[in-house]
């Protein structure tokens, strides 16, 4: 059986986590998303005026896959979108042959512009793969009977290298019980139900349930209902909702309160320090909130910023899928 560990880079101001992976003959660093579930890359498929600064996937060591397509567009209306091939991928020294490699033939700027990044490795669900007209697998899903365990870990951290393990769970990299609670895989994304939270020294998260969400480690911040953020930016000094600068925006000065919120039995905190996320500008005055309110859509979005605080666990050794969280 199979099972082996890779590890989680943080980009600039842990924007993203990119992780060294093998396909084909090329070395390429990817952002592993379980917001989405294609795995695509860079390529020598790519328009020149597009990749310069990635490390491209060579196809000459894959096997195209006759008219398969792909074509993504993310939550952030970032996309890309090419051609697909088969070829051996492995990450942390866990093989999958045959994996489905997407080719972009065409990427937005915001990945044209993040060189840190040659691509995604999607850890969402099959079930909301791209490719037609036959849909593929995920990589977790391409292995998943080969490991030991059908289950990977996230172990990311604030600034510094975590990990993504896979067929183990490494019980050295979490303090305290894994509290698990079920997911509703319905929309192809680790979805659950968060409860109630509390901010500050308060730590009992008795406020009102925060309610369906999805652990998202492709997604940069922690976006929960415009209510819940209000309430936590009214014990800021200075905090003010900006749509200029697109969400809550405070002095830096400010020590912010931790957030806490209710996942199944347990009760999960995320650092004031994890919150204040980065000065919106070079005279770092003004800084820019790692919690905000979701723009009206109906599902919280879990992104690093929580997921860094805690160790999680993305589970499908059961007929149904659940998530485990525990501090780290
Ligand atoms: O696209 C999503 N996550 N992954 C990525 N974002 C930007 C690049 C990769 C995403 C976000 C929120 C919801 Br709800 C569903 C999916």
């Known amino acids: 059986a199979q099972e082996g560990s890779v590890a989680a880079n943080p980009q600039a101001e842990d924007e993203a986590y990119v992780c060294p992976v093998t396909a084909g003959s090329s070395q390429l660093n990817l952002d592993f998303d379980t917001g989405s579930a294609d795995l695509w890359v860079f390529a020598t498929d790519t328009p020149s005026s597009e990749s ?19 074509d993504i567009t993310y939550q952030d209306q970032s996309g890309s979108k090419g051609v697909v091939f088969s070829d051996t991928v492995v990450v942390g020294g866990v093989t999958a042959t045959s994996q489905a490699v997407e080719a972009a033939t ?6 044209v512009q993040n060189t840190g990044s040659d691509g995604l490795l999607g850890l969402a669900f099959s079930s909301i793969n791209t490719v037609q007209p036959q849909q593929q697998t995920t990589f977790f899903d ?8 059908k289950l990977f870990t996230a172990d990311l951290k604030k600034g510094e ?33 968060a409860g109630g939270y509390s901010v500050g020294d308060d730590t009992s998260a008795g406020g009102d349930s925060i309610g ?18 209000s309430a936590y930016y009214q014990n800021v000094d200075g905090a003010e909702n900006d749509s200029s600068q697109g969400g809550y925006v405070f002095p830096c000065s ?12 347990g009760v999960f905190t995320v650092p004031g320090s994890y919150i204040n996320y980065a000065p919106t500008d070079s005279s770092g005055s003004t800084c820019f909130g790692g919690l905000q309110g979701g723009d009206g859509q109906s599902l919280s979005i879990f992104g690093d910023i929580f997921l860094k605080a805690h160790f999680v666990v993305f589970d499908q050794t059961q007929d149904s899928p659940r998530l485990g969280f525990a501090p780290q």
């Open 52 to 70: 310069q600064g990635h490390n491209l996937y060579d196809t000459s060591s894959g096997q195209q896959i006759d008219g398969a397509t792909w």
């Open 106 to 111: 065409s990427v937005s700027t915001q990945f």
């Open 142 to 149: 391409t292995v998943a009977d080969s490991l030991a365990a």
């Open 161 to 193: 290298a975590g990990s993504y393990d896979f067929g183990y769970i490494d019980d050295s990299k979490h303090t305290g019980d894994i509290t698990y609670v079920d997911v509703d895989n319905s929309q192809g994304f680790w979805g659950f139900t």
């Open 212 to 229: 369906s969400a999805i652990a998202d480690t492709g997604t940069t911040l922690l976006y929960v209902p415009s209510s819940v953020a």
């Open 254 to 265: 400010n020590t912010l309160p931790d957030f806490h919120v209710a996942i199944g039995s």
